[in-house]
T-cell receptor
Framework: GQQLNQSPQSMFIQEGEDVSMNCTSS?????WLWYKQDPGEGPVLLIA?????ELTSNGRLTAQFGITRKDSFLNISASIPSDVGIYFC????????????FGTGTRLKVLA | DSGVTQTPKHLITATGQRVTLRCSPR?????VYWYQQSLDQGLQFLIH???????AKGNILERFSAQQFPDLHSELNLSSLELGDSALYFC????????????FGQGTRLTVV
């Protein structure tokens, strides 16, 4: 079935640095969503993308829907300590039974 | 606050027992999704209901079952519990059944001892 792979798996960055992460699939998606999860909490929706090539911002976060529809990117500018957490991409599958699946996650740690 | 309510927040039970997790979706949302998240793992899709009907199943064990009631709340039943069932169980809801944003509850932490 369709899977979402995220990279990097984890990253340590200094406060103030910009962060980039991506999500790829072997098959196309029509919607890409990015979530952030704090320890022990539910994922919180950050950005939703619905159109190939779309670039959407939410404060310091910017996400892009890849032209091939097989990938998406999330950038965080000027990171701050509260950006720590796990970032997941997600989307509804487009083949077989409709399922809302999540990527493997990128764990972000910010060093003050 | 996402508007999705899950109860209980924590549950400790013994192996072999049965538990029921409850989810109230956001007002107006017709879809409910259930996910399992084991320690330091990703979110594994279990099952999706839309307006009372099952729409999709993921890797849900036969010991697990779910339903969505006419008032749209949903319950996830876990039976013959094993130690490996210890995990966070999340419910999410969305307005429609396809290509829509899903909002998550705070989860139920299940510990099987």
């Amino acid at each position: 079935g369709q899977q979402l792979n995220q990279s990097p798996q984890s990253m340590f960055i200094q406060e103030g640095e910009d962060v980039s992460m991506n999500c790829t699939s072997s098959s196309i998606f029509n919607t890409w969503l990015w979530y952030k999860q704090d320890p022990g909490e539910g994922p919180v929706l950050l950005i939703a993308l619905y159109k190939a090539g779309e670039l959407t911002s939410n404060g310091r976060l910017t996400a892009q829907f890849g032209i091939t529809r097989k990938d998406s990117f999330l950038n965080i500018s000027a990171s701050i300590p509260s950006d720590v957490g796990i970032y997941f991409c997600a989307g509804p599958t487009t083949s077989g039974t409709y399922k809302y699946i999540f990527g493997t996650g990128t764990r972000l740690k910010v060093l003050a | 606050d996402s508007g999705v309510t899950q109860t209980p927040k924590h549950l400790i039970t013994a192996t072999g027992q049965r538990v029921t997790l409850r989810c109230s979706p956001r007002s107006g949302d017709l879809s409910v999704y259930w996910y399992q998240q084991s320690l330091d793992q990703g979110l594994q899709f279990l099952i999706h209901y839309y307006n009372g009907e099952e729409r999709a199943k993921g890797n849900i064990l036969e010991r697990f079952s779910a339903q969505q009631f006419p008032d749209l709340h949903s319950e996830l039943n876990l039976s013959s519990l094993e130690l490996g069932d210890s995990a966070l169980y999340f419910c999410a809801s969305s307005v429609a059944d396809q290509n829509t944003e899903a909002f998550f509850g705070q989860g139920t932490r299940l510990t099987v001892v």
